[in-house]
């Protein structure tokens, strides 16, 4: 059980200003894993004020786009001996499969730090253009002490999207992790002070709501990154933009995985766990709006089901799991509301629907993998984001390209444009499709985030991107310098 009565403000490991504890409960068997302080406004004032003193008199912004390189690298080598640590304690923490979390949680969040690390000789961080009265300097500086506010579903990888971009940026920054996530945090923060990382670049204070839209509306924040609901997304956006500070938003998501008439089914069930219902179904990304041809609708229908009965539903910590619990007492309850809904939106569920009884599970929230058919785009359960292990399959009219042009205008008609991906024999068709819809990241027979891409959405799916150079500019502002001659 891990235990922590300190914060990480300023370089050092400092007593919280409240008395308030955040208890994480183990989603598996609903027991304590363990202990973090509540982080209170006081105590965010106290971080913002470190961040802010090491942005304006201590050396990071000031030193060399190699030297803060070094400096990341150093941070992803102390991370990245703490990998198997912080996969088993996210596994503990919100009910994430182990094999999930060996894959993805704790090895892309050092994938996005060695990349950062690596990225710093590939920026033009200067350049002189010729201008009216004489040469004219144009630089990049950094944006200034940033904020990020990262959900708890995937919190390293989010958490890791934030930090290694600004760093290499030189900004500051002070994160505000999930209540439900406050433990794993610790290993960032021994992580950095291995790394050497100077005081108050980089600050860690877990809390609330409070906390956080506390740290969105401070004054010396600069700049805020957020990743989680698009309810929370419109309210920072509109806090930030009554302050005038830049933001970043990466919000919910209800992707579709189009399956065109001459799909290989075979192709798309094996890489639906981890594209429909990855993370327990707990992703943005989770491509749970299947839209099938009519003229396979029937066919498509029984090879989902089959498949997602199929899915070893168990303890988190079991490498051989599938689809572990839910975060949350209260996450169970939404999705089983998303599952009575779709009942009496007149969808027919094909498989699930339920609790899964026996083999521990009864103390844990878990939900059993669910199929809905007979679904029509405009219900709810195909338009908004359940965050869980629920498939609605859409069926689709025509073949051939008047079918793909129903598929396209189907996956657009959603509030949402964050992933998605197309099924086919036919790779040319399957870009033709991809290039079509309205998303930020699109798959052709595959779905992936790859840390050297841009990520972010279109419409209610957020505002700027994440990975990639493009990740970089979010935390860098342009300054031109006139000269004479």
């Known amino acids: 059980m891990a235990t922590h009565d300190r914060l990480y403000i300023g370089g050092e490991w400092t007593a919280p200003a ?3 504890v955040l208890e994480v409960v183990g989603p598996h068997d609903g027991r304590t894993v363990g202990w973090a302080p509540d982080g209170t406004p006081a105590d965010i004032d106290r971080a913002v004020g470190a961040a802010r003193r090491a942005f304006d008199t201590g050396p990071w912004p000031r030193t060399s786009p190699a030297e803060r390189a070094a400096a990341l690298g150093r941070l992803a080598g102390a991370y990245g001996r703490r990998t198997e640590e912080a996969a088993a304690l996210i596994t503990a923490e919100m009910g994430s499969p182990l094999a999930f979390s060996r894959l993805a949680q704790a090895p892309l969040a050092h994938a996005v730090l060695d990349y950062y690390a690596g990225l710093a000789g590939q920026v033009e961080w200067s350049a002189v253009r010729p201008g009216m009265l004489g040469p004219v300097h144009v630089e ?3 944006a200034g002490v940033a904020a990020a506010i990262v959900p708890w579903n995937v919190p390293h990888f989010l958490i890791a999207a934030k930090v290694a971009p600004a760093l290499l940026a030189g900004c500051t920054v002070v994160v505000k992790p999930a209540p439900e996530t406050a433990l794993d945090p610790y290993l960032l923060a021994e992580a950095a002070e291995e790394a050497g990382l100077p005081p108050g670049v980089l600050n860690i204070v877990a809390g609330g709501r409070g906390a956080g839209e506390h740290l969105v509306s401070h004054p010396d924040v600069d700049h805020v990154a957020f990743t989680g609901s698009t309810a929370a997304g419109r309210r920072i956006g509109a806090l930030c933009g009554e302050r005038l500070k830049g933001c970043s938003l990466e919000l919910g998501g209800k992707s579709a995985a ?3 008439d001459d799909v290989d089914l075979d192709a798309y069930l094996g890489m639906l766990p981890l594209t429909a219902v990855l993370n327990n179904g707990e992703a943005c990304i989770a491509q749970a709006r299947v839209l099938a041809p009519r003229s396979r609708y029937d066919e498509v229908v029984e090879a989902v089901t089959e498949r997602m009965a199929a899915l070893r539903v168990g303890d988190p910590a079991d490498p051989e799991t599938e689809v572990g619990p839910l975060v949350s007492q209260r996450q169970r309850e939404r999705v089983e509301g998303y599952i009575a809904l779709g009942a009496e939106e007149g969808a027919r569920i094909t498989t699930g629907g ?10 844990g929230f878990y939900v059993e993998p669910t199929v809905f058919a007979d679904a029509a785009n405009g219900m709810r359960i195909a338009r908004e984001e359940i965050f869980g292990p629920v498939v609605v399959v859409v069926p689709y009219d025509g073949e051939g390209p008047h079918g ?3 598929a396209v205008r189907l996956a657009d008609d959603s509030e949402y444009g964050l992933a998605g991906s197309v099924w086919t024999a036919d790779p040319e068709r399957g870009m033709a499709v991809a290039r079509r819809v309205r998303a930020g990241t699109f798959g052709v027979n595959a779905y992936n985030i790859d840390v050297n ?3 972010g959405g279109r419409k209610a799916s957020g505002v700027g991107s994440e990975f990639g150079p493009e990740g970089l500019e979010e ?3 342009w300054k031109s310098i006139v000269t004479l001659g």
């Open 404 to 406: 793909d042009d129903e």
């Open 258 to 260: 189009v399956l065109l």
């Open 475 to 477: 935390y860098l502002r």
């Open 140 to 142: 990049r500086e950094p």
């Open 354 to 363: 339920g609790r899964p009884a026996g083999g521990g599970r009864d103390q």
């Open 453 to 455: 891409t841009p990520f």
């Open 18 to 20: 409240g008395t308030g």
